[in-house]
């Protein structure tokens, strides 16, 4: 790892909460971090998760579901986090609130671009999905996640940060997850309050 880089980033993210996308990383390279007062962690893969979960119970970490949750497996990991970044469906919603011991803070992740590959709730059934989400509870949602797609310019990934963020103020959202490491300062500068940061931080 790269010590001046991570204190670099560091500096640039200290006004948002800066996740860690620690599939790049095993125990030990987390633990690397975790000195640098890095204590919040994503993953997204649940048998990775599961694994890092039991190796690293005795600190205190923070960790985030970042990856797409699917639903046979939802039951094994939403006792075990503290905040899902991809909540898409309303049936994963069932899930928490027939499983979770308590309330968890969830993002509902947004499809904003033209991918097909990408998942979330599109923009045109939001308003249904915002309104149907109310019966779960136990799945508080605290704002909204997206993605830009990897082949899209600047200006067209500050466009969907920016529509993210407008739709954050209609629902009255205060959270915003948004921006990786190619495209986080963009994410920032249109109000991202949750950065995911994988290879720049990681390498």
Known sequence: MDRNRINKVLIETKDVNLVVASKYLDSKGILE????????????????????????????????????????????????????????????????????????????????????TKNGVREENLDLFMEEIKKYQKADVIGFMTMADVNQNDDEKREVFHKLALLAKKYDLKELSMGMSLDYHIAMEEGATFVRLGHIICD
Do not use: M, P
Request: proline share 0%; with cysteine; glycine share 4%.
């Open 33 to 116: 971090l975790y000195e640098y007062g890095i204590c919040n962690f994503g993953e997204n893969r649940v048998d990775a998760f599961l694994e890092k979960y039991e190796q690293l119970k005795e600190y205190n970490i923070t960790w985030h579901f970042i990856g797409h949750l699917q639903k046979n497996k939802a039951k094994n990991v939403i006792n075990k986090i503290d905040y899902l970044h991809s909540l898409d469906s309303l049936d994963l919603a069932k899930i928490i609130n027939d499983k979770c011991d308590k309330k968890l803070k969830c993002f509902v992740e947004v499809h904003l671009t033209s991918s097909e």
